[in-house]
């Protein structure tokens, strides 16, 4: 079965600090996606980034970044110079494909982040 | 494209009441899912439809729980007997490949009972 785990369930940092995001994931398919979504209080789950699992190449868009490690099962978010706007709940999220191209995503429990001005 | 609708964005109901939510999802994606939120968790799968075809059902998805897909177009999430533990954010999201392309999601429905 998949997992996925954040065990930061709030962070509160101060504007312009930069912040990690943690997730770990747990799968045994050798092909997987990962992604990140913002939810802001308005609820619509925002796409940020997918990672394929071939791909371990770090990227940056922006004031983020991500950081996949295929070998701690990690794929941490950080966000640069924080801003007030930040604030949301961020899900790290696992695709697998199983029958009939379904393909689900199994989500963590999030990290509700809340940047001070 | 106006990206992912779901009508209503709220509904209150009471205890028994049947209630139906619609997803319109973005018209080129075949691939149309239905996830619930409760407060304080990730989204949980509920179901999947391919086309107008409902090809996956979790087992959160109790037999008071329908949805269909008619012409492979929008889509209808219905709950008869509401009870309070159905009280959540129902959230539809459409893709053609996720894994490829990503899916996308509505704003959802929150869904309470009282």
């Known amino acids: 079965a998949q997992k996925v785990t954040q065990a930061q369930t709030e962070i509160s940092v101060v504007e312009k600090e930069d912040v990690t995001l943690d997730c770990v994931y747990e799968?045994?398919?050798?092909?997987?996606?990962l992604f990140w979504y913002k939810q802001p209080p308005s609820g619509e789950l925002v796409f940020l980034i997918r990672r394929n699992s071939f791909d371990e190449q770090n990227e940056i868009s922006g004031r983020y970044s991500w950081n996949f490690q295929k070998s701690t099962s990690s794929f941490n978010f950080t966000i640069t110079a924080s801003q007030v706007v930040d604030s949301a709940v961020y899900f790290c999220a696992l695709s697998e494909a199983i029958n009939f191209g379904n393909e689900k995503l199994t989500f963590g429990t999030g990290t509700r982040l809340t940047i001070i001005p | 494209d106006t990206g992912v609708s779901q009508d209503p964005r709220h509904k209150i109901t009471k205890r028994g009441q049947n209630v139906t939510f619609r997803c319109d999802p973005i018209?080129?994606?075949?691939?149309l899912y239905w996830y619930r939120q409760t407060l304080g968790q990730g989204p949980e799968f509920l179901t999947y439809?391919?086309?107008?075809?409902?090809?996956?059902k979790s087992r959160l998805l109790s037999d008071r729980f329908s949805a269909e897909r008619p012409k492979g177009s929008f889509s209808t999430l219905e709950i008869q007997r509401t009870e309070q533990g159905d009280s959540a954010m129902y959230l539809c999201?459409?893709?053609?490949?996720?894994?490829?392309?990503?899916?996308?999601f509505g704003s959802g429905t929150r869904l309470t009972v009282v």
């Open positions: 439809f391919q086309n107008e075809a409902q090809l996956e």
């Open positions: 999201a459409s893709s053609q490949r996720a894994g490829k392309d990503g899916y996308t």
């Open positions: 018209s080129e994606h075949n691939r």
């Open positions: 799968t045994r398919d050798t092909t997987y996606y």
